[in-house]
């Protein structure tokens, strides 16, 4: 089966510019994540939705990132204005609906904020 | 809040060698727990996992067990290979949650 797809694979940018990332999930996957990956560090979760709606965005910064599933299939996530610490990997993964059901993760975006 | 610590790294080891990288945890009822590996250049993906104390997951030679005593669980291999090189993440999950969190990964190198 196709993986999880990410676009784009690398970004550089100046701080308070913008940026949106791309992920379009596994066919059937309900559930899609957003997790960001700083050097050094775990992921960490940024947004859930299941289907179209938001699950969990406890650590989503909201005054500047926003994320969207509209259609309950691919996702955009957003960057607007960015800061010198939001650079980082931006992971995204989708699984089925259901506990314990293993995430399946893209190669991620490298974002680098100059 | 729930949290995942390992081992430090970079670990460095000959082929053949035995290898454990530590992980603890800190949570509020059953957590699921798992080792997430990603080799270079690629996304992570699912080494193991358990989901309930003294379950022990296993996979490609590397094994785990779910420790409730001691709220580990340790990662282990007999013997390594050039191939195991790679960035090794323990994570949890809670009862009837998906979202994981995640410890900050060890980096692995494998010596022929």
């Known amino acids: 089966e196709a993986g999880v797809a990410q676009s784009p694979r690398y970004k550089i940018i100046e701080k308070r510019q913008s940026v949106a990332f791309w992920c379009n999930p596994i066919s059937g996957h309900a559930t899609l994540y957003w997790y960001q990956q700083i050097l050094g560090q775990g992921p960490k979760l940024l947004i859930q939705f299941q289907n179209n709606g938001v699950v969990d965005d406890s650590q989503l910064p909201k005054d500047r990132f926003s994320a969207e599933r509209l259609k309950g299939v691919d996702s955009t996530l957003k960057i607007q204005p960015a800061k010198l610490e939001d650079s980082a990997v931006y992971l995204c993964?989708?699984?089925?609906?259901?506990?314990?059901?293993?995430?399946?993760f893209g190669s991620g975006t490298q974002l680098s904020v100059l | 809040g729930n949290s995942v610590t390992q081992m430090e790294g970079p670990v460095t080891l000959s082929e053949e060698a035995f290898l454990t990288i530590n992980c603890t945890y800190t949570a509020t009822g059953y957590p699921s727990l798992f080792w997430y590996v990603q080799y270079p250049g690629e996304g992570l993906q699912l080494l193991l996992k358990a989901t309930k104390a003294d379950d022990k997951g296993s996979n490609k030679g590397f094994e785990a067990t779910y420790r409730k005593e001691t709220t580990s669980f340790h990662l282990e291999k007999g013997s390594v290979q050039v191939s195991d090189s790679a960035v090794y993440f323990c994570a949890l999950s809670e009862q009837g949650a998906q979202k994981l969190v995640f410890g900050q990964g060890t980096r692995l190198t494998i010596n022929p």
């Open positions: 993964a989708s699984s089925w609906t259901g506990s314990n059901e293993k995430l399946f």
